[in-house]
């Protein structure tokens, strides 16, 4: 039996990566340095998965910024911005950079390509910009990274898979100007050809494909184009490895088992499949890769209930088994053994990458000897983790126990909620505010830090980031906004702030995650019932409240939020973690309340990412996803305004749901598409205040008074006047002052020039 996997993540246990493509860019190292930097981090990768006992070593899987990015320029694929410079082209690492992140250390600068999630996980892709122009470019194909990097590999190991984004999936996760995607089909597999003829010719022997959309539903002429493509392709002296992730393709057999492939890889995580039932219906000289070892959480596995389900497939298909993670370890963080301030419990229940590579062994190595001494042992923590008294709270099962409709809404409908506000508030026509946070300059990030370190006393720290709020209410006050914010000087980020406040979460020092690019994030573990301990925001709002005759709205993060960008305990469902995370965020709102707070914002930016792959089941999250933000809601009485902050783009297809989330004032980001994504509302209105985002706070550039009146006088096309707000499409927090300051002067103009006219 082989064990293999599907890709490792490409930072490094210390996120070395990170830092050296920041060198790069800063112009610290040269790129000779870089790439070295790159090629020791690829080898030390390799070398790690083989002395876990990994048979089969992915190969393709490292990319200086993005695996899709990087597809695109193995088939030569971009779009003629780019490529027009010759010079340009030719440096190689620059260029892609240049499509990465609009700017490289050498040649001009240049709109970067468009970034988005990756199915449901938080890692971001460069979306491909695919067009008849680009796929007929004379950009050739262009193997030579990929055939240097499997001959690098060969100093770890023979046995090397190549991995590559299949075509179908690239197609489709790219995007498209006016043209018909699947005109481009042909093209496009005349170069996937020559790819396939170049590693044919390197003599590669197992080519893992990655068509993660076989997840997904697909239409007649995308499951038609899948069927053609594998038709067409010609293999060569390859063996191909269909490989799909992150949901089950039970769906899609037949039209798989009838191609010419010579193993599949399913995962068997995401959604719960019959594995035998699938095996039977598929040829019976394919290998059968079975992802069995979560790649996107860091709970370790409990192997005895694993090699249960796999001894009988073991037995009757013997060495066509394979064993793998479900998806690429990318999601996951490296190493668990730098932790060290974990403690030795709760440590014994995780599993990151190098240990989930370790997990594979183990089971292979218990289903070759029929004999499960070491993975009981190996796993008892796992086993122990689920009784642990540790991750029960009695309080918080009874309080979600005895939770009944009337405790997920508000007591009276928007109209009533509204006219109440209205008398409490009293804002003028066309409200303006700002979405929380302002900038986060280098003395706010000190002044945590040495908290952080203990270097100051608590008092010495209060009176540091107070300082903080009352200069952002102060400028708030001289640019004339109507509703104030204290700007989050106390929050590193939206989710950890929370998180650590939090009962039943806990942190690690290098659990990081590659999000994109140089980015990394490195999420709260969810790992118990979840609770709250005490107040967590309150003091900041009152003291900002303290300042002001002006309203200054309180700043919360959404239980949907906090649950998606977490890694979440397993041995309940989410739906349940997301209630308990609702009730901690309700207490707060409670205390606010209470404590004289007429303005809640509670933002959940991440509703639309926890979305499950199949359409078919969307309906079925976002009912619970909606009603978990209800609950958090709900206690605010009718004169207290709550306000729900979302930045995706594209919300037609879920807008029902966001409709339900009965926020009295829902802000969105709307500037970069021209208001267009309001286009949503012809077909169904939104009831309740909105407010469109009226610049891009992505953009260092200070947005035109005539511009955002434009804006906004578009937007009344949309929503009447009466329930518009006027704001930034989002966060402040990595603007500077200047920049800041100058864009929300010109958006107070724009609206009293607006105001003026009524
Ligand atoms: N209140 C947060 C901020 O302003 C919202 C951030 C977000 O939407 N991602 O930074
Ligand atoms: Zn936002």
Known sequence: MQIHNLGFPRIGAKRELKFSLEQYWRGDISQADFLQSCQQLR???????????????PVGDFAHYDHVLNTSLLLGLLPERFTKHKHAVNNRLDLEFRVGRGQAPSGCQCAASDMTKWF?????????????????????????????????????????????????SYLYLSTVDKEDKLALLPDLLARYQQVLDSLSQANVEWLQLDEPVLGLELDKQWQNAFTLAYQQLNKGGLKLLLTSYFASIEHHISLVKVLDFDGIHLDTVAEKIDISAVIAQLPSHWVISLGVINGRNIWKADLVSIYETLLPIYQAIGERLWLAPSCSLLHSPVDLQQESKLDAEFKSWLAFAKQKC????????????????????????????????RINNPEVLKRVSALTAADFSRKDSFEQRKRLQQQALKLPLLPTTTIGSF????????????WRRNELSLDEYQTLIQQEIR????????????VLVHGEAERNDMVEYFGELL???????FAWVQSYGSRCVKPPIIFADVSRKQAMTLEWINYAQSLTDKPVKAMLTGPITILSWSFVRDDIPREQVAKQIALAISDEVEDLVANGTQIIQIDEPAIREGMPVK????????????????????????HTQIHSHMCYSEFNDILPAIIALDADVLTVETSRSNMALLDAFEEQAYPNDLGPGVYDIHSPNVPEVDWMVALIEKAQQYVPVERLW????????????QETKLALDNMVTAVKQLRARY
């Open 120 to 168: 449901n996980t938080n890692y971001h892709y460069i979306v491909p910009e695919l067009s008849t122009a680009v796929l007929t470019n004379d950009m050739a194909v262009n193997t030579e990274q990929l055939l240097a990097h499997l001959e690098e590999a060969k100093a770890v190991a023979d046995k090397r898979k190549v991995v590559l984004l299949g075509p179908i």
């Open 43 to 57: 080898r030390s990768n390799w070398q790690l998965q083989a002395d876990a006992g990994i048979d089969w070593l």
């Open 471 to 482: 200069q952002a209410i102060e400028k708030q006050e001289q640019i004339g906004l109507d």
């Open 615 to 638: 359409q078919s089941q969307w309906q079925q999250y976002l009912t619970w996803a909606t009603a978990s933000f209800c609950l958090s809601a709900a206690k605010a009485p009718s």
């Open 439 to 450: 900038p986060q300059t280098g003395d706010i990030r000190q002044v945590r830090a040495k």
């Open 726 to 737: 006027v704001n930034p499409d989002c966060g402040l927090k990595t603007r500077s002052w």
């Open 358 to 389: 370790r997990e594979l062994q183990l089971l292979k190595q218990a289903l070759v000897d029929e004999n499960t001494d070491e993975i009981a042992l190996y796993s008892s923590p796992a086993v122990a983790r689920a009784n642990s008294k």
């Open 503 to 509: 009962e039943g979460v806990a942190f690690t020092q």
